[in-house]
């Protein structure tokens, strides 16, 4: 069985999860039918998929509305969150939310010590766009690169009394860590859709900071004129932020207010919440059984 998942080039610690994760979990499922893909972690289910090719999914999500490709090869167990469910017509209660949750490094950590540095994790191509972590120093934060190695990720976030996150697996991980975290949109590759998707599984509004001076190091001009249209069109505007695309490099200015922003967000501590433990144990649970089904099912070892 084939482990589908988003491949990122320099790597990206939510999505590269899926091959610690899911080997561990079976330790066999490489020797299941290679006619079969397996769909874990990430935003997946937006592409054309064959629909003579089995599909099994656990947990993962869509990115937007009107991209489900419904039909017979699919074998759900459950998906990130309930727009996904009602998009492919299942139930609300097979949104359990996103499956990172069984990785063992996101058990909770106790005592949070409230004098550490807030985190802030970017999505990993607005880290590739600017200096963050010079923007975080600035802040009086301490930035972490989502394109790091999963454990590492984690590692430093375990450091953090709180977490700002424009990566939806920083919000996730933070979670389920009981570290207090809050969503940012730092730039326009922030995706509303998946964001709602989950939250919804944790009961959470939809009520992110957002940064509306995009930072970025250099612009072609062909790169100007396209954000310059997408702006003008409202590209993509139900999942993204079309005004958010840069049309210009960053001034020192603008730095400076990016990070002011940033400062007297983070020194807030009411603007940063987790879920309750219970709620995120029940999640794990429900996943739990789901998996030890499929392992019946294909006849795999499961090690919860």
Known sequence: MDIT???????????????????RLFPGLHAVSSGVSFYGIGTLLDGFHDQSHRKVVLGTGLGEVGMAQADASWDFYWVRGPLTAREFGLP?????????????????????????????????????????????????MVAINPRQPPQLVIDQMRSCSRILTESLHGGICADAMGIDWAPCVLAHRFNDFKWRDWL?????????????????????????????????????????????????????????????SLRTYASQPANFRCSAPTKIESQRQRMHVLCETFAVRNQLQYNP
């Not at 970017?122 to 010079?134: A, K, L, M, Q």
């Not at 009961?203 to 003008?232: C, D, I, M, Q, T």
């Not at 210009?248 to 207010?257: K, L, T």
């Open 5 to 23: 998942y988003c491949k990122i080039d320099g790597g990206n610690f939510g999505d590269d999860l899926n091959l610690l994760l899911w080997p």
């Open 200 to 260: 919804a599984t944790i009961e959470r509004e939809f009520a992110p900071l957002v940064l509306h001076k995009p930072l970025l190091r250099s612009l072609s001009v062909g790169k100007v004129v396209g954000n310059y249209l997408a702006r003008l069109t409202r590209y993509k505007a139900g999942t993204r932020r079309p005004a958010l695309r840069a049309v210009g490099c960053a001034s020192r200015q603008d730095v400076g207010e990016v990070s002011a």
């Open 92 to 140: 609300a209660s097979m949104g359990i939310g996103d499956p990172a949750l069984l990785w063992p490094g996101l058990e909770p950590i106790g005592q949070v010590q409230e004098n550490a540095p807030v985190g802030l994790i970017p999505h990993y191509r607005t880290w590739d766009s600017f200096d963050w972590p010079e923007v975080a120093r600035q802040a009086g």
